[in-house]
């Protein structure tokens, strides 16, 4: 298959593009950064900048005559409170994990509707089910995202088009090194620190990487897919149903414990 995925300089992009291009395919990573791989092509493009993403997906028809795949990987996490949020740092945000996004769906459609196949996975988080403390927007860019795909999979399955968001839990990569810290005012300044060094310890003990490719790989070999797949430790996963089932007050608690806040 041809596979775009974005996001491949580092992380769990880069593990999925040498993880297929390893499998035969024909693998296209899509980043800032120019990236060396024997396992895949890096084409470096800004996907928030929507003629980059544009000229980047003409590259890749010059020499592939369709697009089976798109993994929207690409995204940037931002830590702080809501109140100390800029408008700079929310739209940044939302330009790179919604629009970005949106901009590469819309540049691969045409030739996947011309095929009448495509599979789009959308990379979302666990953390877009709820809103976290200290990752209001982060949850909220995601959430976003989402419900995105959500619109999307009524539109274009007459085309035989496939889209799902895939969420995941902790990973272990260097998000924490790439993450948009707001400053952090006075009031929250002692939870906050609590907070983010628990946030980063999860970090350090999350799944690794090369488990994310093979549970995508074997999404992409399911005929039918479903909106919404969760991944990640089970102490994670669970949030989801429980905030489902739960009373509000009783999950605000549950969290609260969970995020060391009580």
Known sequence: MTIIITGTSSGIGFV????FGKKGHQVYGLSR????????????????????????IAEVLKTESRIDVLINNAG????GAVEDSTKEDILKLFNLNLVGSVQMMSAVLPKMREHKFGKIINISSIGSEMGLPFRGFYSASKSALDKVT???????????????????????????ENRVKTQVSEPYKRVFDKV????????????EPLEVATYAENLLNKKKWKAHYYFGKFGQKIGVPLKWILPQGTYENLMKKYNKLD
């Open 16 to 19: 999925l593009a040498e993880y």
């Open 33 to 56: 950064k120019h990236t060396e791989s024997p396992y895949f092509r890096s084409i470096p493009t800004d996907v928030t900048d929507n003629t980059a993403v544009q000229n980047a």
């Open 76 to 79: 940037m996490g931002m830590v």
């Open 150 to 176: 959500e619109a999307m999979r009524y539109e274009v399955y007459p085309w035989n088009i496939d889209v799902c968001s895939l969420h995941l839990g902790d990973i272990k990569t260097n998000i924490a």
């Open 196 to 207: 983010y060094a628990l946030m980063n310890s999860h970090v350090g003990d999350g799944t």
